[in-house]
């Protein structure tokens, strides 16, 4: 992993699920059909909400994943057929700068 890659191309994608097992069921999906490098899981996420009008509060799953800006389609599309959410969140966010060996790796992935 010695070369140079552009910083540029690089996002993280933050999705959030109901519970741990989807988390790393769709994590290590992802992971194993190299559309992201990896995956962060964060358990025990508040969240506070609207839904249908009401207030609501929940613990949920936070997962971050690393990839390169051309692989957020089918990520989106892999992460929209599996997961159990109607509305899950799914955002892309530009990497803007990073240690170049860990971009490296990530663009070897």
Known sequence: MDRFVSKKGFIQI???CGNIEEAREISRYL???????????????ES?????EKL????????IFKTREEKFEAVKEAI?????????????????DGHQPYLNWVASV
């Open 48 to 52: 506070i909400y609207l839904w249908k």
């Open 14 to 16: 933050y999705w959030t």
């Open 80 to 96: 929209l057929a599996r997961c159990s959410y109607d509305v899950p969140e799914i955002l892309q966010v530009p990497i803007t």
């Open 56 to 63: 609501e509060t929940g613990k949920e799953v936070k997962v």
């Open 31 to 45: 992971v194993q059909n190299h559309l992201v490098a990896c995956a962060n899981i964060i358990p025990k996420v």
